[in-house]
């Protein structure tokens, strides 16, 4: 639903005349370090910079190899291509490239470190805190552009600063006309029609400098991953997801889906209520371990809500998407640019996939493998052993009624570890609609992992599965009566 500004609690506004817009830079959020350079908007432009970065890095490996010639070299990693100082520049470049090209970084700096080296994530988190900002000139133009050359009468105040950075765009802090507090998420100019490009290069990069395991990211996952950023490029798309959210959560006080500005919002605009709290990766230790075991539950929680109930899920796991308020004790949601619906009957046998695998019945998981399409029927033993096991180590949380330690667990590596021999034997590639899924799973994990959190997830799991099954159950009575 669009937003009513009677809804909203009074604040004090900044009193300007009619069509005078306050202009500042106030904002603390994005790093002192963040650079104010154009983004790069054609085609040429960007092919330009992938070629720029693959330089830098045939240097840097030219300098690795005679760092490991006289010994001196403190890379454990076989390619050359592969050092801490093309890690460096491969995050630095990116930072400058925005667009897709940090879309992939903020993917790689959610990975956990034992499966990515630890050096690589840490540059990829500085791409997904530290990228480059635009200038004003091509934030205005965007304005102007989308909302219309007297953008400026429709807010009272604007920071012209970014205080975080999306996927495809900057968001920035401002007050509307009518004192209310948003966020303004700015499209960078130019990314949509650089996606698959970007992509490419972007792959092939990572793919021959030996930066990435084998197997982590296949053709399939490219094709995915390009139609979901090129989903994320329009904004009224993300608007109806938001929507959605915000309709489906009603009932769920725990959690907080912000209102979306209708007549601040464009294909690539979109203006949202701006809501306060504190990154979930940022609850460290110094916070107790009831309020962090409450969040992981409430992500998780979140996770089997969005998949069975809701049968539309956020694949983006970006702990910036979840946003811990501590005084109103809810978790705040945002950034739907990328959400996808499953069907009734492929989430009958996904359910059924991990009911099995909280069970420990590996002959349940076998069947269910077969019908959702992860085997063809004609598999060896190997490949059949190897995915069952991975299936196995992904239902442990949901195994015990007893609370599930995640700070000892290594899901993701143990499920990694498998990937290999799965590569080598499997016949037929995984259901279209896993990858995203299983992407967000595994930064649901992460995140349990992150917060170290102790959380029982047995009862939660049966309880929204006995719910699924009954609600297919009266569907299907309701049907034939």
């Given at each position: 639903?669009?937003?009513?500004p009677?809804?909203?609690?009074?604040?004090?506004?900044?009193?300007?005349?009619?069509?005078?817009?306050?202009?500042v830079?106030?904002?603390?959020?994005?790093?002192?370090?963040?650079?104010?350079?154009?983004?790069?908007?054609?085609?040429?432009?960007r092919?330009?910079?992938?070629?720029?970065?693959?330089?830098?890095?045939?240097?840097?490996?030219?300098?690795?190899?005679?760092?490991?010639?006289?010994?001196?070299?403190?890379?454990?990693?076989?390619?050359?291509?592969?050092?801490e100082?093309?890690?460096?520049?491969l995050?630095?470049?990116?930072a400058?490239?925005?667009?897709?090209?940090?879309?992939?970084g903020?993917?790689?700096?959610?990975?956990?470190p034992?499966?990515?080296?630890?050096?690589?994530v840490?540059?990829m988190?500085?791409?997904?805190?530290?990228?480059?900002?635009?200038?004003?000139?091509?934030?205005?133009?965007?304005?102007?552009?989308?909302?219309?050359?007297?953008?400026?009468?429709?807010?009272?105040?604007?920071?012209?600063?970014?205080?975080?950075?999306?996927?495809?765009?900057?968001?920035?802090?401002?007050?509307?006309?009518?004192?209310v507090?948003?966020?303004?998420?700015?499209?960078?100019?130019?990314?949509?029609?650089?996606?698959?490009?970007?992509?490419?290069?972007?792959?092939?990069?990572?793919?021959?400098?030996?930066?990435?395991?084998?197997?982590?990211?296949?053709?399939?996952?490219?094709?995915?991953?390009?139609?979901?950023?090129?989903?994320?490029?329009?904004?009224?798309?993300?608007?109806?997801?938001?929507?959605?959210?915000?309709?489906?959560?009603q009932?769920?006080?725990?959690?907080?889906?912000p209102?979306?500005?209708?007549?601040?919002?464009?294909?690539?605009?979109?203006?949202?209520?701006?809501?306060?709290?504190?990154?979930?990766?940022?609850?460290?230790?110094?916070?107790?371990?009831v309020?962090?075991?409450?969040?992981?539950?409430?992500?998780?929680?979140?996770?089997?809500l969005?998949?069975?109930?809701?049968?539309?899920?956020q694949?983006?796991?970006?702990?910036?998407?979840?946003?811990?308020?501590?005084e109103?004790?809810?978790?705040?949601?945002?950034?739907?640019?990328?959400?996808?619906?499953?069907?009734?009957?492929?989430?009958s046998?996904?359910l059924?996939?991990?009911?099995?695998?909280?069970?420990?019945?590996?002959?349940?998981?076998?069947?269910?493998?077969?019908?959702?399409?992860?085997f063809?029927?004609?598999?060896?033993?190997?490949?059949?052993?190897?995915?069952?096991?991975?299936?196995?180590?992904?239902?442990?949380?949901f195994?015990?009624?007893?609370?599930?330690?995640f700070?000892?667990?290594?899901?993701?590596?143990?499920?990694?570890?498998?990937i290999?021999?799965?590569?080598k034997?499997?016949?037929?590639?995984?259901?279209?609609?896993?990858?995203?899924?299983?992407?967000?799973?595994?930064?649901?994990f992460?995140?349990?992992?992150?917060?170290?959190?102790?959380?029982?997830?047995?009862?939660?799991?049966?309880?929204?599965?006995?719910?699924?099954?009954?609600?297919?159950?009266?569907?299907?009575?309701k049907q034939?009566?």
């Amino acid at each position: 639903m669009p937003y009513d500004p009677r809804l909203v609690k009074e604040r004090k506004a900044t009193v300007v005349k009619p069509g005078v817009i306050r202009v500042v830079e106030k904002s603390t959020s994005t790093s002192s370090s963040a650079i104010e350079r154009s983004v790069p908007a054609s085609r040429i432009s960007r092919l330009w910079h992938f070629g720029g970065i693959a330089a830098g890095m045939g240097l840097g490996a030219v300098a690795e190899m005679g760092k490991r010639a006289v010994g001196v070299s403190g890379s454990n990693y076989n390619s050359v291509l592969a050092s801490e100082d093309n890690f460096g520049r491969l995050a630095n470049g990116l930072a400058r490239m925005r667009g897709a090209a940090l879309k992939i970084g903020q993917m790689i700096s959610i990975q956990d470190p034992e499966l990515i080296p630890a050096p690589l994530v840490e540059a990829m988190e500085r791409v997904r805190n530290n990228a480059d900002i635009m200038p004003y000139s091509q934030t205005e133009q965007m304005l102007r552009d989308n909302i219309g050359a007297d953008w400026k009468t429709q807010f009272q105040e604007f920071d012209l600063k970014p205080f975080a950075s999306a996927s495809i765009g900057q968001v920035h802090r401002a007050t509307t006309k009518e004192g209310v507090d948003v966020a303004v998420k700015i499209q960078y100019p130019g990314v949509a029609d650089s996606i698959e490009s970007d992509m490419d290069n972007l792959f092939t990069l990572l793919s021959y400098s030996g930066m990435l395991p084998a197997g982590m990211y296949l053709d399939k996952t490219l094709k995915v991953t390009k139609k979901e950023l090129l989903q994320e490029t329009d904004y009224f798309y993300e608007k109806d997801n938001q929507m959605k959210f915000r309709q489906f959560l009603q009932k769920y006080p725990e959690y907080y889906v912000p209102f979306v500005v209708d007549e601040l919002t464009t294909k690539q605009v979109l203006t949202t209520e701006f809501v306060r709290g504190v990154n979930i990766d940022k609850l460290n230790e110094s916070y107790d371990q009831v309020t962090r075991n409450w969040v992981a539950y409430q992500v998780m929680r979140l996770t089997l809500l969005e998949l069975f109930e809701f049968r539309f899920m956020q694949t983006d796991p970006n702990w910036a998407n979840f946003i811990w308020n501590s005084e109103t004790r809810k978790l705040n949601l945002i950034d739907f640019g990328a959400c996808s619906n499953y069907s009734e009957q492929f989430l009958s046998e996904y359910l059924n996939v991990i009911a099995s695998a909280a069970r420990k019945d590996r002959k349940g998981i076998d069947d269910a493998s077969l019908k959702l399409g992860f085997f063809t029927g004609q598999e060896s033993e190997i490949m059949k052993n190897a995915h069952i096991n991975s299936v196995l180590i992904l239902g442990e949380p949901f195994m015990s009624t007893e609370p599930y330690d995640f700070s000892q667990q290594n899901i993701t590596k143990r499920i990694h570890e498998l990937i290999p021999t799965m590569l080598k034997y499997r016949l037929t590639p995984p259901p279209q609609e896993t990858y995203a899924l299983h992407r967000k799973l595994s930064g649901a994990f992460l995140i349990c992992a992150k917060l170290k959190a102790v959380i029982p997830l047995h009862d939660l799991f049966w309880e929204i599965h006995d719910n699924f099954q009954k609600s297919v159950k009266d569907k299907n009575n309701k049907q034939s009566e």
